[in-house]
C-alpha cells in the first residue's frame, strides 16, 4: 500500500460560481477557503496546489449575524506611525465589498507561501456580472 502525493502538473483545476447573497461570512469564507485549497479532493495533498478556481458574485449582500455591521472593524496599517486606518464593516460594505470576502477567505488559509499562491484563484465581484463565462463555472453548494 502506497500513499499517493499528487504532483504540480497533474492536477486539473476546476472553476466554481457562488453567489454570496443570502449566506453568511463566515460558513461563506469556510467553504471557499476548503474549495481554493483543494481538501475537498481525494488527492489533496499539503505541500501542492490541488485547489480550484472560486467565483464569489454578489459580494455586497453577504450577511453578517449579530451586531457585527455596526461594531467589526478592518485594519490597514500602512508601517508609518499614526498610519493605522480603521473602518466598520458597514463602511467597506459600501465602498469596497469584495475586501470583506478576501480578507474572510484569506484568514482562513495557512499563512505560507503556497496560501499566497491560492488566494490568487479567488475572484470577488460585488454585483451579479463576472467576466469568467468562458471558464463555464459551476455553481458551489453551500449550506446555510
Known amino acids: 500500500m502506497n500513499t499517493y502525493s499528487a504532483k504540480p502538473g497533474e492536477v486539473a483545476h476546476r472553476w466554481y460560481v457562488v453567489d454570496a447573497s443570502g449566506h453568511n461570512l463566515g460558513r461563506l469564507a469556510s467553504r471557499v477557503a476548503e474549495v481554493l485549497r483543494g481538501k475537498h479532493k481525494p488527492q489533496f495533498t499539503p505541500h501542492v496546489d490541488t485547489g480550484d478556481f472560486v467565483i464569489v458574485v454578489n459580494a455586497s449582500s453577504v450577511n453578517l449575524t449579530g451586531r457585527k455591521l455596526m461594531i467589526k472593524q ?71
Not at 81 to 94: E, M
Open 74 to 144: 478592518y485594519h490597514a496599517y500602512s508601517g508609518y506611525p499614526g498610519g493605522l486606518k480603521s473602518a466598520s464593516a458597514l463602511r467597506v460594505r459600501a465602498d469596497d465589498p469584495d475586501r470583506m470576502i478576501r480578507e474572510a477567505v484569506k484568514g482562513m488559509l495557512p499563512k505560507n507561501r503556497l496560501s499566497r499562491q491560492v488566494i490568487k484563484k479567488l475572484k470577488v465581484y460585488g454585483g451579479p456580472d463576472h467576466p469568467h463565462q468562458a471558464q463555464s463555472p459551476e455553481p458551489l453548494p453551500i449550506s446555510r
